[in-house]
């Protein structure tokens, strides 16, 4: 079997995973009426989420856990399936998910209803666990540090490796969490974007590390089927931090970290619109550059429904993904 069809295969058994246990996972949320809850502020047509179960993110994290535990106990009988350096992209995903979910929790049950956990707290939590992935890269699997394009060889850039790797890690993870508020739009940016560098592992011949991307793409694909308009259930920071730290991590690892703007271009967007709606405000002292951020918002008040918003950044993805992967072969 060649590596990229038992990419595809495993992206395949993660899906019906993700599909199978969907269905109970939403209606566990709804008994325990664990439902999003949607700030004053936002475009009116978002008050119909009202209530919609949340911390979907768990949806495809468990099957990508699964498979990917499974697969590596697999080695223990002698079957090549996969190697332990996907342990570390695994455990951002589960230390990242675990952060989120309690971050959802305290939003939707906690005192700080309506708010989540406090935003000093969490951006701590998110430098810590950034720091440990950042060190087991450089450390453990001495993964290369740099690629650049007209370079044939890795590019070494010593001790600035680990701070460049954390605000990476935490800046992708809060990207792709500004990126969650549209039915579907999360999920499609995500999805897009670990198939992107699954594809540059593959022509790497990092084929574990591509394998670990394209169960995270079949995952998601799994989360989608109850997450396009109209939604069943919605990803959460659950998922949204994970997804974003995750991908950080599987770029570092294929060192090709500086393809990553173009890659998950709408993240680095959602993520800008808000530092200039912010820096804005406060430079002229309330007028806002935006309608409102992020992005995503200001088209939907310039009249662009949900349906039009979401299908149309997907679209400026992909075609930003297939330029990444370009690149990458040059």
């Not at 990229?4 to 566990?28: D, Q």
């Not at 990126?179 to 940016?189: K, N, S, V």
Request: glycine share 10%; charged share 10%; with cysteine.
């Amino acid at each position: 079997m060649s590596e990229s069809t038992l990419a595809i295969t495993l992206s395949m058994l993660s899906f019906m995973l993700a599909v199978i246990w969907g269905g109970p996972l939403v209606r566990i949320l709804r008994h325990f009426r664990i439902g999003k809850i949607i700030r004053v502020e936002e475009p009116e047509r978002h008050f119909t989420k009202m209530g919609v179960p949340t911390m979907g993110g768990i949806m495809f994290i468990v099957p990508v856990v699964l498979l990917t535990g499974l697969l590596n106990a697999a080695s223990l009988i002698g079957l090549n399936m996969l190697g332990r350096s996907v342990l570390v992209p695994l455990l951002v995903l589960l230390s990242y998910g675990a952060l989120g979910a309690i971050d959802d929790w305290e939003g939707i049950r906690g005192p700080r209803r309506g708010l989540g956990m406090r935003a000093r707290t969490k951006f701590i939590l998110q430098i810590v666990l950034a720091l440990g992935a950042a060190f087991a890269l450089k450390y453990l699997l001495e993964v290369p540090e740099l690629y650049w394009p007209p370079v044939q060889d890795t590019i070494s850039i010593g001790p600035l490796y680990i701070p460049v790797a954390v605000v990476l890690i935490v800046g992708f993870s809060n990207a792709v969490n500004f990126t969650d508020g549209l039915d579907g739009l999360a999920g499609l940016i995500s999805a897009t974007a670990f198939a992107g560098f699954g594809a540059i592992a593959l022509i790497q011949g990092q084929v574990f590390l591509a394998r670990f991307c394209f169960t995270v793409v079949g995952a998601l694909f799994g989360f989608l089927w109850f997450n396009v308009h109209p939604a069943q259930l919605i990803m959460g920071d659950a998922g949204a931090l994970a997804l974003g730290a995750t991908l950080a991590v599987v770029a570092l690892m294929t060192g090709q970290w500086l393809l990553l703007p173009l890659i998950a271009i709408i993240p680095v967007s959602e993520a800008l619109s808000v530092i200039i709606q912010v820096g804005y405000f406060r430079l002229t002292k309330g007028k806002r550059f935006f309608k409102m951020a992020p992005i995503h918002l200001h088209f939907e008040l310039l009249g662009w429904s949900e349906t039009q918003v979401v299908q149309r950044f997907w679209l400026v993805s992909l075609l930003f993904a297939l330029l990444g992967i370009a690149v990458a072969l040059m």
